[in-house]
T-cell receptor
Framework: GNSVTQMEGPVTLSEEAFLTINCTYT??????LFWYVQYPGEGLQLLLK?????DKGSNKGFEATYRKETTSFHLEKGSVQVSDSAVYFC????????????FGKGTTLSVSS | EAGVAQSPRYKIIEKRQSVAFWCNPI?????LYWYQQILGQGPKLLIQ????????DSQLPKDRFSAERLKGVDSTLKIQPAKLEDSAVYLC???????????FGSGTRLTVV
């Protein structure tokens, strides 16, 4: 079945630093790809998504591009803020057309001022 | 629009006891999911309903876990008997039929002692 591997954390950055969190997937076909964020004490929120190869998802300054050739969906942000401190989860659709999600283990980001 | 409602928010039980969690999805969402999130890991799908039928329960430990979605609206997830390794956050999510607009509830944190 489909699976997701994301870089382990924690990732510790200073404010305004560049962020990359790596995510690769193994899948049959081309499932939709997602990044979810979980802020301290809050529930899972969709950050961005891409539904087909070469699509770029973006939201709140974060971006990720669906790379079919490298089976990757790396999350990037040019200048992080303290308020970006959270746990980030990469996810893919289960099966080719499934709507259930398969999540990575999560990467904790801590940004200091 | 109201979100996905879950209750209780927290539950502590002893091993071998039983417990039930309740979820009320967003009105009109045909698909409902239960996920288990163990501390330090990403959510794992337990069961997916479409209306009141089960779409995927391949990862549900059926010897102890059961779930139902009567009338295609609210859902209940039950564990009987609970084990220590069942300690986790149980997340409910819902989506319209085509999967767009996936929304998670805040979860129920279960501690088995």
């Amino acid at each position: 079945g489909n699976s997701v591997t994301q870089m382990e954390g924690p990732v510790t950055l200073s404010e305004e630093a560049f962020l990359t969190i790596n995510c690769t997937y193994t899948a049959t076909g081309y499932p939709s790809l997602f990044w979810y964020v979980q802020y301290p004490g809050e529930g899972l929120q969709l950050l961005l998504k891409a539904t087909k190869a070469d699509d770029k998802g973006s939201n709140k300054g974060f971006e990720a591009t669906y790379r079919k050739e490298t089976t990757s969906f790396h999350l990037e942000k040019g200048s992080v803020q303290v308020s970006d401190s959270a746990v980030y989860f990469c996810a893919c659709g289960k099966g080719q057309a499934g709507t259930a999600l398969i999540f990575g283990k999560g990467t904790t980001l801590s940004v200091s001022s | 629009e109201a979100g996905v409602a879950q209750s209780p928010r927290y539950k502590i039980i002893e091993k071998r006891q039983s417990v039930a969690f309740w979820c009320n999805p967003i009105s009109g969402h045909a698909t409902l999911y239960w996920y288990q999130q163990i501390l330090g890991q990403g959510p794992k799908l337990l069961i997916q309903f479409q209306n009141n039928g089960v779409v995927d329960d391949s990862q549900l430990p059926k010897d102890r876990f059961s779930a139902e979605r009567l009338k295609g609206v609210d859902s209940t997830l039950k564990i009987q008997p609970a084990k220590l390794e069942d300690s986790a956050v149980y997340l409910c999510a819902s989506s319209p039929l085509q999967g767009v607009g996936y929304t998670f509830g805040s979860g129920t944190r279960l501690t088995v002692v």
